[in-house]
């Protein structure tokens, strides 16, 4: 093996795929970022503008060229309007992930979508309870029929506030009142966040800001946590399970079928058709031993949340995993599904299915899911992949899976805890746990693979601060096992006890990147119980390895709600000085809370643990220096 590939990822299955597709001549993420290089310097600054048609506009960053675009925006404009979209981009994506699983609850409820159900009853009706439905007497359907009415209300222009901001700490929600950025529809503030950042509208670098946390805010608060609740009500609510990870779980004498993207609506139609007898008994008459299904990304996420279903990568590993010639069907949904997929595909056998009317890709079959059709449409994909197994090449999958646990909500951890968060305040308070940290988020060619993810997760975790991770960090760092009860071998001694006794590792998996909220959920539980603000407490975010727009939005809904995010890759923001100054200061006196920017994941762990330590200190806790 050469130097190159170690330089490129830190996992086994990766170095070696890198040569096997390297040897069948494939483009990978990794070429196609070389052949950029070197990449624009005013965009890497946010210096860059293309809003209208006088421009396209950049400013120099030596003060000897423009300083100033057409319509005379200057570089604070730019830059904020820049980042500002991002944000709107990503609170969208992941807002209109919701709205299509209420779609899918709407038509449970209106008898329109066979196949579904509605697997969690319970939290159907704490869920309809807060959005201040009469629940007693009524049907369940009856029940989710309203709570979908009332929730796709969350996402129009008409409320002052969204309902379940109530879950946020009081002295948070407060703050936000006072600072004007309580989010109003989910919505409403994308769309108020592209006007304002249109030509002359908003050239307040600052105000854009503002409405950039109300914009993330109604994700977070808003999309995210509907996407999260929905998925729950309609698929159940995880609880612990274990599931072997990376691309070792595909098999070489079974059909193998891998979902990519992000909505479970999708994914689990294929995997009630995948795991039906009637099936397996088509598969064996095809030669193969079964089918399985694997997941890769935010919906192999939810598959293994709920169902301990494989998961064979994360975004990195997407193109090389069609590489081992082993994936007879790949079909995806939305987000994060790399253009290039369809082609890596036609140099094996394997077929592309792309299944979401909003989301189409070169080189795969288009076959349209809808809530109705989707049960019998699975099953015909199911049959077609046993169908291509035939066609296999020569295969390779060159490792063993990895042992891992999922499955981490908020009611399984408050579960496991014995029934209530005390036991955790408690280890908190006595300082066995220092802290906790949430890592998300992705991958990117920038940043070593999975580099980012596992180091800090065990930097984190030697130093006794509980690790909760989400999305592409969470797969990092359970196929480097640190995600099994025996992980707390790498823990530090009071987190190993406390870890220990519960019989859980130091680092959870709370799933897919709109499950982010379970973590703001939890920590509110948290604040909740000690009568502070989520800003008081020693816990952390961080996005090592990000790369999307939706990943933005995370981070700015993570520092609204005051907690200190450190990011690893810049974000296009250096080209102003009063932006970084805002961001990674001035917010703390507006919302408790900053971002920092760390590459290096020693270093990063080392910003946590002094942010952990310093709350600690705030609130009388004992503290390390
Ligand atoms: O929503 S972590 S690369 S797969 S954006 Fe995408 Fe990033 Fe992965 Fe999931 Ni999240
Ligand atoms: Fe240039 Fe202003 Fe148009 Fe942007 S909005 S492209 S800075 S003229």
């Not at 998925?231 to 990376?246: K, Y």
């Not at 039906?276 to 095809?286: I, T």
């Not at 009611?411 to 209530?420: F, N, P, R, T």
């Not at 450190?566 to 009063?578: F, R």
Request: charged share 20%.
């Amino acid at each position: 093996m050469t130097c190159t590939y170690h330089r490129q990822t830190i996992t086994e299955d990766g170095q070696l795929l890198l040569k096997k597709a390297e040897n069948d001549q494939v483009e990978t993420v990794w070429d196609r970022y070389r052949s950029q290089l070197p990449q624009c310097g005013y965009c890497e600054l946010g210096l860059s503008c293309r809003n209208c048609v006088m421009g396209p506009c950049r400013v120099d960053p030596f003060g000897e060229g423009p300083q100033r675009g057409v319509c005379g925006a200057d570089a604070d404009i730019i830059v904020a309007r820049n980042l500002c979209r991002m944000i709107a981009a990503g609170a969208a994506s992941h807002s209109d992930h919701g709205r299509d699983l209420v779609e899918v609850l709407a038509g449970v409820a209106a008898g329109k979508a066979p196949g579904y159900t509605i697997r969690d009853v319970e939290k159907l009706r704490s869920v309809a309870v807060e959005y201040g439905i009469e629940i007693s007497g009524k049907d369940t359907l009856v029940i989710a029929g309203e709570l979908a009415y009332a929730m796709q209300e969350d996402y129009g222009t008409r409320t002052a506030a969204l309902t379940l901001l109530k879950r946020a700490p009081a002295k948070r929600r407060e703050l936000w009142k006072n600072v004007g950025i309580t989010p109003r529809g989910i919505d409403r503030e994308t769309s108020e966040m592209m006007h304002r950042t249109h030509m002359g509208v908003d050239n307040g670098w600052q105000s854009l800001l503002l409405q950039g946390l109300r914009n993330a805010l109604s994700d977070g608060w808003g999309g995210s946590l509907i996407a999260s609740e929905v998925s729950d009500i309609l698929f159940g609510t995880p609880t612990p399970r274990p599931a072997s990870v990376n691309v070792g779980v595909l098999k070489k004498d079974q059909v193998n079928i891998v979902v990519h993207g992000h909505n479970p609506v999708v994914s689990e139609m294929i995997l009630l058709a995948a795991t039906s007898s009637e099936m397996k008994q088509l598969a064996e008459a095809a030669g193969a031993k079964g089918v399985n299904l694997a997941g890769v990304c935010c919906t192999g996420n939810e598959l293994l949340m709920r169902h301990g279903i494989p998961m064979a990568g994360n975004h990195l590993m997407t193109e090389l995993i069609l590489s081992t010639g082993a994936v007879d069907m790949m079909i995806v949904d939305y987000q994060c599904i790399m253009p290039s997929l369809g082609q890596v595909a036609s140099c094996y056998h394997t077929r592309m299915i792309s299944t979401s009317d909003k989301a189409r890709f070169p080189g795969m079959e288009h076959r349209e899911f809808h809530p109705e059709n989707a049960e019998e449409l699975a099953e015909q994909l199911v049959r077609e992949a046993i169908e291509n197994f035939g066609r296999r090449g020569r295969v390779y999958v060159p490792v063993e899976p990895v042992q891992s646990l999922g499955g981490f909500s908020v009611e399984s951890i408050v579960a496991a805890l014995g029934g209530s968060a005390a036991p955790l305040i408690e280890a908190i308070k006595s300082g066995k746990i220092r802290g906790a940290a949430g890592i998300v988020g992705c991958n990117n060619p920038k940043i070593l693979h999975d580099h980012g993810h596992v180091t800090l997760a065990r930097r984190l975790v030697e130093n006794d601060i509980l690790v909760v991770d989400t999305g592409c960090a969470a797969i990092a760092t359970a196929k480097a096992g640190l995600k099994m009860p025996e992980s707390i071998r790498f823990a530090g001694p009071g987190l190993k006890e406390v870890c220990g006794a519960l019989g859980i590792p130091p680092v959870l998996h709370l799933g897919s990147c709109v499950d982010n909220v379970r973590i703001l959920v939890l920590a509110s539980a948290l604040a909740n119980a000690l009568n502070v603000d989520l800003s008081d407490l020693p816990i952390a975010g961080a996005a090592p390895e990000w790369y999307s727009e939706k990943a933005v939005s995370i981070a700015a809904y993570f520092v609204a709600s005051g907690v200190y995010t450190v990011l690893g890759p810049m974000p296009p923001i250096a080209g102003s000085m009063n932006v970084v100054k805002l961001l990674t200061e001035g917010l703390k006196d507006v919302v408790g809370a900053v971002f920092a920017v760390e590459p290096d994941p020693g270093a990063a762990a080392i910003l946590i643990r002094r942010h952990v330590e310093d709350r600690r200190k705030a609130l009388g806790l004992d503290f390390r220096v």
